[in-house]
């Protein structure tokens, strides 16, 4: 029997983390011995993990990632890491070096810095692995690069690379060290090898799974708006983070809100930029119109009750929201940047805009008026089928080549 580990960096209510949880279901338990380390330990969709899937953490928490009470758990988790195996002390030339890059750069990402902290301080495993996964760039890469033992390694990228902040230095030129790159989409691939283009031989696309017809009867299931609205409804899904945009969509809406009253915008997901956020709606008196209704189990009800889904983004890799979205037949309206247009296709499945409020506004108010490419667009969305499902295959070629 095989023996496989996979590591990923939380276990949150993210996309990449949904995607784990449709792929490990694929290894058969009369077949491969799978376990799972989660290098933070915490993140509620534990819950969702398969019986015969193996949890390698001794102290896990359940805890969201993304709210008040989970980021207080987390925090304490990221202070003792720091102080287990010195590794804080350890990495001060690299935390320092690297963070006057960023500084340089304009662009200083914090978790990111402390990615490397983080895997050299966590526990670390005495088994020998037929293949070990790391789910995400980042810790997990760290972790597996450095302190797994194992006769094939790969590595799985979610994220437009250079535009999420990562470098070579940062990393430590630690991807050629891999067996296998995988990315989720053309874009995402693109990207990493104008940084890594020796890695190239060795990278391949690898798509996110999803399960429709789960997706389908979670749609039917109690949940969705509750507020009893009557116009038209507007949602997006997305982590409250700066990627999403969300300081551009609110500005939109206030535009929206200025030639169409009769309209309201969800946001489902959680992210530091909460409060900020709030204050920018209060602040543009949008605060019955632009709603933050925080991070659902069950999202799919809104999406199957929505009018439009809206995801007006600076960087994808390839969002498992607008994959969501399509499944059930949602009239999409997505930003023209990386990721993104892979998966809509302008004026048939969707509409694309300019991260700006006006052109924005200006998409939503023509899907708003012509029910027609309303209609077209989610039923060519609901239609759009999704590579991937033989790409776990790619996974079980490496353990068959040895």
């Given amino acids: 029997m095989k023996k ?12 990449a983390e949904k995607a784990l949880l449709e792929l490990l279901p694929r290894f058969s338990p009369e ?13 509620e969709l534990i819950q969702e993990l398969p019986a015969h899937v193996k949890l390698l953490n001794q102290h896990y928490s359940t805890e969201p990632v993304l709210n008040k009470k989970g980021k207080k758990v987390l925090a304490g988790k990221v202070m003792a890491r720091a102080l287990s195996h010195a590794s804080l002390f350890r990495n001060l030339p690299y935390l320092i070096s690297n963070f006057l890059e960023m500084k340089k750069r304009k662009n200083v990402c914090v978790d990111k810095l402390l990615w490397k902290v983080m895997a050299d301080g966590a526990w670390r495993t005495t088994e020998q692995y037929d293949l070990a996964v790391a789910y995400l760039e980042g810790g997990s890469a760290y972790y597996v690069r450095d302190y797994v033992n194992a006769e094939k390694k790969a590595v799985f990228l979610h994220v437009d690379y250079a535009r999420a902040g990562y470098t070579r230095k940062l990393d430590r030129d630690c991807y050629p060290d891999f067996d296998r790159i995988f990315t989720v989409s053309g874009e995402v691939k693109d990207s990493f090898l104008q940084v890594y283009p020796e890695c190239k031989e060795k990278t391949e ?7 429709r017809e789960k997706i389908c009867k979670k749609a039917l299931q ?18 409250l983070t700066a990627q999403k945009a969300y300081e551009v969509s609110i500005a ?5 809100k200025e030639k169409k009253g009769n309209v309201r915008w ?15 709606i209060d602040q543009y008196g949008l605060t019955r119109d632009f709603i933050l209704l925080g991070a659902k189990k069950n999202p799919y009800p809104y999406f ?13 890799g390839k969002s498992i929201a607008i994959q969501e979205a399509q499944i059930l037949g949602c009239s999409i309206i997505v930003s023209d940047c990386s990721g993104n247009r892979e998966q809509v296709e302008d004026g048939k499945d969707g509409l694309m805009c300019r991260l700006t409020p006006e052109d924005i506004c200006d998409k939503i108010i023509r899907m708003m008026e012509d ?12 239609r759009k089928n999704f590579p991937g499902e033989n790409d776990v295959e790619k996974l079980f070629c490496m353990m068959q080549s040895e």
């Fill in 252 to 256: 939109a809406m206030k535009l929206l």
């Fill in 4 to 15: 496989v580990l996979f590591v990923i960096n939380t276990l949150g209510g993210a996309g």
């Fill in 222 to 239: 109690e949940g969705g708006f509750s507020d009893g609205f009557t116009g038209t409804r507007l949602l997006t899904v997305g982590r």
């Fill in 205 to 211: 696309i690898f798509h996110n799974l999803l399960d």
């Fill in 371 to 382: 029910e027609e490419l309303r209609m077209k667009c989610g039923r060519r969305a609901a």
């Fill in 31 to 43: 077949e491969y011995e799978v376990s799972l380390f989660v290098l933070m330990g915490q993140g």
């Fill in 304 to 316: 199957a009750q929505t009018d439009i889904y809206v995801h007006a983004s600076r960087f994808e």
């Fill in 266 to 280: 969800y946001v489902l997901g959680e992210g530091n930029l909460r409060d900020k956020l709030q204050e920018l």
